[in-house]
T-cell receptor
């Protein structure tokens, strides 16, 4: 079945550092791609999405570009803040499975002041 | 607008006990889901529903049951709790039209420990 692979955590960075969290997927065709964020003690919430190749999703200073040629959707932010500390999930919607979604295992991001 | 509300937030069960995790949403979404989140394992779908009166199994349904008598409510039932069911459970909802890639709306989760 489809799978989503994202970098292992925890990832620890200093405030104002540049962030990259890698994500690759195996679904064929043109799945929609999402990044969800989970802050401590809360449920997941949508951070950004891209629905076709070369689309760039962006929100709260985060960006990710849908790269069909490398089947990737890496999450980036130019200057992270302590408030960005959370778990980030890369997700694809190819329509397969009961809910059509495949979640990555999550990357725990820790930002130190 | 409350969104998706789950209760309780925490619960400790003894092996063999039963309980119901409550989930309600006020967005008039037709699709509702139950996931479990285990450390380092992402989310696994337990059950889902496409509308009142309709439920179906997800990836890991064994040991659980659900019902959907109204659009708003989607309770998850554990009949004979086992240690393997120790996890964080999330309820989520989305609008009817999955084709437009509508995002899921999640509750804040229920942390369940079975000892």
């Amino acid at each position: 079945g489809d799978s989503v692979t994202q970098m292992e955590g925890p990832v620890t960075l200093s405030e104002e550092a540049f962030l990259t969290i890698n994500c690759t997927y195996t679904a064929t065709g043109y799945p929609s791609l999402f990044w969800y964020v989970q802050y401590p003690g809360e449920g997941l919430q949508l951070l950004l999405k891209a629905t076709k190749a070369d689309d760039k999703g962006s929100n709260k200073g985060f960006e990710a570009t849908y790269r069909k040629e490398t089947t990737s959707f890496h999450l980036e932010k130019g200057s992270v803040q302590v408030s960005d500390s959370a778990v980030y999930f890369c997700t694809e919607n190819s329509g397969g499975g009961a809910d059509g979604l495949t979640f990555g295992k999550g990357t725990h991001l820790i930002i130190q002041p | 607008n409350a969104g998706v509300t789950q209760t309780p937030k925490f619960r400790i069960l003894k092996i063999g006990q039963s309980m119901t995790l409550q989930c309600t949403q006020d967005m008039n979404h037709n699709y509702m889901y139950w996931y479990r989140q285990d450390p380092g394992m992402g989310l696994k779908l337990i059950y889902y529903s496409v509308g009142a009166g309709i439920t179906d199994k997800g990836e890991v349904p064994n040991g659980y049951n659900v019902s959907r008598s109204t659009t708003e409510d989607f309770p998850l039932r554990l009949e004979l709790a086992a240690p393997s069911q120790t996890s964080v459970y999330f309820c989520a909802s989305s609008p009817l039209n999955r084709g437009d890639n509508s995002p899921l709306h999640f509750g804040n989760g229920t942390r369940l420990t079975v000892t």
